[in-house]
């Protein structure tokens, strides 16, 4: 190794490990010193530099004493000067921690976990679906990317926030978006639909180009931006506006006695859609042949998806095709 390589190795190195490194060489010199001066105290280099670590922690056992003049005056050296080192490397630790803390509330700190949610934008509707995963999958890990907030004060965990545009690569990298399962994008209220979905979209191609075949699901407010969110590679679009349209109408809908935004609300909470290939046994089969085979298995079958045409409680006498898919509904 060259004098360069050696260089720029250490200077490569966290303080906190150069501090370390300065403690256990100073300890190591004064634990020397002390075997040589009075080999017969002190048999080993070993027994110098436990005396030496004891000294200069001040806790100071007793079980290895210099006795010389020459001895006393190493440890009163130690004391000086190892004691403060030792504390101030303690003292480092405990800032490295705190500025390391803080960096974490702030967003300012990367996320190295692997297989984890990624959400951009953090509101009250982000937090509630947050709180279901939590609920549900405890162990699975979480980022938060959004560029408002100023710090994170959402404690639960695990949960790992970080600031700044998931518009911009090194954004995206500081959440390890190469490894992350999958990736919601919210709509931003404080801005006008039109600024909300192009923002969408641009992460969305942000995305993709650093992760091809990562699922996206994004919320798209304009029925204008609906395509272009799909041609950005958006996996799944969520229409917002049409879904509450829509419910807003059946809880407004004179004839209907039933609390759609109550039933749908339950029934997502306590319920999963699964969509399953139609089995071979079960080709040619009417629905209602369907519905009890499945049943028996634990699932509901609510409709038929075709060609991605869905057809929702179809007729009894519906024959199923090869490449139908059936619609489900299964407890959590």
């Not at 030792?86 to 692997?114: D, M, N, P, V």
């Not at 911009?168 to 931003?188: P, R």
């Not at 091809?212 to 029925?223: A, F, G, N, T």
């Not at 509901?300 to 519906?318: C, D, M």
Request: aromatic share 10%; charged share 20%; with cysteine.
């Amino acid at each position: 190794m060259n004098e360069r390589f050696l260089k720029l190795l250490y200077y490569r190195i966290p303080n906190i490990l150069k501090l370390l490194l300065l403690v256990i060489i100073s300890l190591s010199l004064f634990g020397y010193l002390i075997y040589l001066i009075e080999p017969q105290r002190f048999p080993t280099i070993l027994d110098g530099i436990w005396w030496a670590l004891i000294t200069g922690a001040t806790v100071g056992y007793g079980d290895y004493v210099p006795v010389t003049l020459p001895g006393r005056l190493i440890a009163a050296c130690l004391v000086l000067s190892g004691g403060g080192l030792i504390a101030f490397y303690i003292a480092s630790i405990s800032t490295t921690a705190i500025k390391r803390e803080k960096k974490s509330q702030e967003g300012k700190l990367a996320f190295h976990g692997t297989n984890h949610y990624i959400f951009v934008g953090f509101n009250e509707r982000t937090r509630q679906l947050i709180d279901l995963i939590i609920h549900h999958y405890p162990d699975k890990k979480i980022v938060i990317i959004d560029q408002t907030l100023t710090n994170l004060a959402y404690t639960k965990l695990p949960v790992h926030y970080i600031k700044g545009n998931a518009a911009e690569d090194a954004i995206l990298h500081m959440a390890n978006i190469k490894t992350a399962a999958c990736v919601f994008i919210a709509a931003d209220n404080q801005k006008s639909d039109y600024e909300s979905d192009t923002h969408a979209i641009l992460i969305t191609i942000a995305i993709r180009g650093n992760n091809p075949d990562i699922p996206v699901i994004s919320e798209i407010l304009s029925k204008k931006q609906i395509d272009n969110a799909a041609r950005a590679g958006a996996t799944t679009i969520i229409r917002s506006n049409d879904f509450m349209s829509s419910l807003f109408f059946h809880e407004l809908d004179p004839e209907i006695l039933a609390t759609p935004f109550e039933d749908i609300y339950h029934l997502l909470t306590q319920h999963k859609f699964i969509h399953r290939p139609v089995p071979d046994a079960l080709i040619g089969k009417t629905y209602l042949e369907a519905v009890t085979p499945c049943l028996e298995k634990g699932f509901l079958v609510i409709g038929v998806l075709r060609e991605k045409e869905y057809i929702l409680h179809p007729e009894t006498a519906f024959i199923l095709q090869e490449k139908d898919t059936l619609i489900n509904l299964a407890s959590r």
